[in-house]
């Protein structure tokens, strides 16, 4: 399961630019950058110590990586280097403890693992040599490549919502019991074990740099920066040397990082029995969530329904609790294929219309006729000849031949993830919200929103005809009304904590049921334990590297680094 690793862990991991960013500091003698700013002392169970230490080139460039994002959260001076000595510190330790911990086979790092190390690897250098290949193309006048990541991306297909965790009876107890990925098959290492990670990315950029020019250029660029942040410093000239030293840093960065998620789904399991792995979050951590946001909706809302109105209509992300207010109308949920017009297609008409050129009737022809000949995009590419009209009936085709609603979900997806150009509704938890009095919409798509809501009447599934509005064509399905999770009859005595078996058992099968949206499968016992999941596996790792920290010496050097202030 993947998770956000907080800024207390992953810092100062992420990589650097070539060091002779440093543009800071302009000393380069190597007794400087090896000073010792902080070492720590940590005991061995065999009464021996091992003793780890932050040199001053390691604090510079974790400076000039994260200098502008603590700023501006308020560090500065003295406190900002202070700050960034302590985070060196705690990720030594934490590293530290991961490596005994793989040693000690608590920790298993896979073929997978291997694998994605290697391939962010590469792809961190040649990221960086990037870099460089744009100012050789623009030195020497020669158009900009695309970025395959601005492809890719306009390639992202609907992503199902793969489960992390399952609640689970383990004798009469309610556990969360962790899943393992669904395609977690161990591959084949994808480089030499043997020949090593560094060895074997070195060969595979030799072989990249040598197909290109450009490349070539870019790579003696490179190594001459680092040959002139090295100079002074009695270090490799050799330039093939240079790079595998280059490799080798950011090959390291990018292992720490790994060693610090492998770390995270560590602390997130609580135990193990019979092979399988339970979350430190409980069941009753995920009712306890609930019941305390459906209260503090109910406070807020019965106090200010326009806030309510205003929230619902924002995202339901964090509405838990639903009014039933007359005066507010009803809401349901709409999704939509929106196929965007082109820039200025209709400035030049409204210009003669505006002038007297043509009268409206011809006017409103012109531009029916600029509208039916919209093509619609696949991924972000227009297709030629594929008009907006064509589209509509191939879509509507599909959906009346869908069976059932989920039949119709896969169809619309399938459409959805390919031709729509609006991003704010793929792959999200929610769908847009519409109100039958209220809506953050334009007027064009309210109307035909709730034509399919039918006040209360419409069938989930079924699909407008082609709405036009500003922002180009729209093409909306109905998903059904909003409802409340749970019911509250008296706020006072409401509880999800203090449950009867029967009860707890109902409500564990309705959160583990019920979905977040007739589009994707995330349920709400989902959504509440990623929330979870994050926030106290951030904890543990806190409270466990205070608990690290217990038994070993830290010492710091202040004299080693003041004059960075």
């Given at each position: 399961m993947k998770k956000r690793l907080p800024l207390l862990l992953v810092a100062v991991f992420a990589l650097s630019v070539v060091l002779s960013g440093c543009n800071l500091f302009t000393m380069d003698?190597?007794?400087?950058?090896?000073?010792?700013?902080?070492?720590?002392?940590?005991?061995?169970?065999?009464?021996?110590?091992?003793?780890?230490?932050?040199?001053?080139?390691?604090?510079?460039?974790?400076?000039?990586?994260?200098?502008?994002?603590?700023?501006?959260?308020?560090?500065?001076?003295?406190?900002?280097?202070?700050?960034?000595?302590?985070?060196?510190?705690?990720?030594?330790?934490?590293?530290?403890?991961?490596?005994?911990?793989?040693?000690?086979?608590?920790?298993?790092?896979?073929?997978?693992?291997?694998?994605?190390?290697?391939?962010?690897t590469y792809e961190n250098m040649e990221g960086l040599l990037k870099d460089y290949e744009n100012g050789v193309l623009e030195d020497w006048d020669l158009p900009e490549a695309g970025s395959p990541s601005d492809e890719e991306t306009q390639d992202q297909g609907f992503t199902p919502y793969e489960k992390t965790a399952e609640i689970v009876n383990v004798g009469g107890e309610w556990k969360i019991k962790l899943l393992e990925a669904q395609n977690n098959e161990q591959k084949p290492l994808v480089y030499s074990e043997q020949d090593g990670v560094v060895k074997t990315v070195t060969e595979k950029l030799d072989e990249y740099v040598e197909s290109s020019q450009v490349a070539t250029e870019a790579k003696k660029r490179y190594i001459a920066d680092l040959k002139n942040y090295q100079s002074g410093r009695g270090m490799t000239t050799v330039n093939q040397k240079i790079w595998e030293n280059e490799v080798e840093r950011v090959y390291k960065s990018v292992l720490d990082n790994k060693y610090l998620t492998l770390y995270t789904d560590y602390l997130e399991t609580a135990s193990s029995a019979n092979g399988e792995k339970y979350s430190v979050v409980e069941v009753k951590d995920v009712f306890k969530f609930l019941e305390s946001k459906v209260k503090a909706n109910y406070t807020k809302y019965t106090t200010s329904p326009s806030t309510f109105n205003d929230d619902i209509l924002k995202s339901r992300s964090e509405v838990y609790y639903v009014m039933d207010n007359e005066d507010l109308g009803e809401y349901f949920y709409v999704s939509h294929i929106l196929v965007k017009f082109a820039d200025g297609l209709f400035t030049q008409l409204d210009n003669y219309l505006n002038s007297g050129v043509i009268d409206q009737a011809t006017y409103d022809n012109m531009r029916e006729n600029l509208i039916a000949n919209t093509n619609v995009k696949s991924y972000g590419e227009e297709v030629e000849g594929y008009k907006v009209g064509q589209f509509y009936n191939v879509f509507k085709e599909a959906m009346d031949n869908a069976q059932s609603v989920q039949e119709k979900m896969d169809v619309f997806n399938q459409f959805m993830y390919e031709y729509n150009e609006d991003t704010g509704n793929k792959n999200q938890d929610y769908d847009y919200v519409i109100g039958t009095k209220n809506s953050q919409m334009v007027e064009s798509f309210n109307e035909a929103a709730r034509e399919l809501y039918d006040n209360g009447n419409g069938q989930i599934g079924s699909i407008s005809g082609m709405v036009e509005s500003e922002y180009g064509i729209h093409i909306l399905v109905y998903l059904g009304p909003v409802e409340n999770w749970f019911d509250v009859d008296d706020i006072n005595t409401f509880s999800l904590t203090s449950q009867t078996a029967e009860d707890l058992e109902a409500n564990i099968n309705y959160i583990t049921e019920t979905k977040l949206s007739n589009l994707n499968t995330?349920?709400?016992?989902?959504?509440?334990?990623?929330?979870?999941?994050?926030?106290?596996?951030?904890?543990?790792?806190?409270?466990?590297?205070?608990?690290?920290?217990?038994?070993?010496?830290?010492?710091?050097?202040?004299?080693?680094?003041?004059?960075?202030?």
């Amino acid at each position: 399961m993947k998770k956000r690793l907080p800024l207390l862990l992953v810092a100062v991991f992420a990589l650097s630019v070539v060091l002779s960013g440093c543009n800071l500091f302009t000393m380069d003698k190597n007794a400087y950058y090896n000073q010792i700013v902080a070492s720590v002392t940590v005991p061995e169970d065999d009464d021996k110590k091992t003793t780890i230490t932050v040199n001053k080139e390691e604090l510079m460039q974790a400076y000039n990586r994260y200098y502008q994002s603590l700023s501006q959260n308020g560090y500065s001076g003295q406190a900002l280097i202070d700050y960034l000595v302590d985070l060196l510190v705690d990720q030594k330790i934490v590293i530290n403890e991961v490596t005994k911990l793989i040693e000690s086979n608590q920790i298993t790092l896979t073929n997978n693992d291997k694998n994605e190390i290697w391939t962010s690897t590469y792809e961190n250098m040649e990221g960086l040599l990037k870099d460089y290949e744009n100012g050789v193309l623009e030195d020497w006048d020669l158009p900009e490549a695309g970025s395959p990541s601005d492809e890719e991306t306009q390639d992202q297909g609907f992503t199902p919502y793969e489960k992390t965790a399952e609640i689970v009876n383990v004798g009469g107890e309610w556990k969360i019991k962790l899943l393992e990925a669904q395609n977690n098959e161990q591959k084949p290492l994808v480089y030499s074990e043997q020949d090593g990670v560094v060895k074997t990315v070195t060969e595979k950029l030799d072989e990249y740099v040598e197909s290109s020019q450009v490349a070539t250029e870019a790579k003696k660029r490179y190594i001459a920066d680092l040959k002139n942040y090295q100079s002074g410093r009695g270090m490799t000239t050799v330039n093939q040397k240079i790079w595998e030293n280059e490799v080798e840093r950011v090959y390291k960065s990018v292992l720490d990082n790994k060693y610090l998620t492998l770390y995270t789904d560590y602390l997130e399991t609580a135990s193990s029995a019979n092979g399988e792995k339970y979350s430190v979050v409980e069941v009753k951590d995920v009712f306890k969530f609930l019941e305390s946001k459906v209260k503090a909706n109910y406070t807020k809302y019965t106090t200010s329904p326009s806030t309510f109105n205003d929230d619902i209509l924002k995202s339901r992300s964090e509405v838990y609790y639903v009014m039933d207010n007359e005066d507010l109308g009803e809401y349901f949920y709409v999704s939509h294929i929106l196929v965007k017009f082109a820039d200025g297609l209709f400035t030049q008409l409204d210009n003669y219309l505006n002038s007297g050129v043509i009268d409206q009737a011809t006017y409103d022809n012109m531009r029916e006729n600029l509208i039916a000949n919209t093509n619609v995009k696949s991924y972000g590419e227009e297709v030629e000849g594929y008009k907006v009209g064509q589209f509509y009936n191939v879509f509507k085709e599909a959906m009346d031949n869908a069976q059932s609603v989920q039949e119709k979900m896969d169809v619309f997806n399938q459409f959805m993830y390919e031709y729509n150009e609006d991003t704010g509704n793929k792959n999200q938890d929610y769908d847009y919200v519409i109100g039958t009095k209220n809506s953050q919409m334009v007027e064009s798509f309210n109307e035909a929103a709730r034509e399919l809501y039918d006040n209360g009447n419409g069938q989930i599934g079924s699909i407008s005809g082609m709405v036009e509005s500003e922002y180009g064509i729209h093409i909306l399905v109905y998903l059904g009304p909003v409802e409340n999770w749970f019911d509250v009859d008296d706020i006072n005595t409401f509880s999800l904590t203090s449950q009867t078996a029967e009860d707890l058992e109902a409500n564990i099968n309705y959160i583990t049921e019920t979905k977040l949206s007739n589009l994707n499968t995330k349920t709400i016992f989902d959504y509440v334990f990623t929330k979870l999941s994050t926030s106290n596996v951030s904890i543990l790792e806190v409270l466990n590297l205070n608990s690290l920290k217990h038994d070993v010496g830290i010492t710091k050097y202040p004299n080693a680094y003041k004059d960075l202030y």
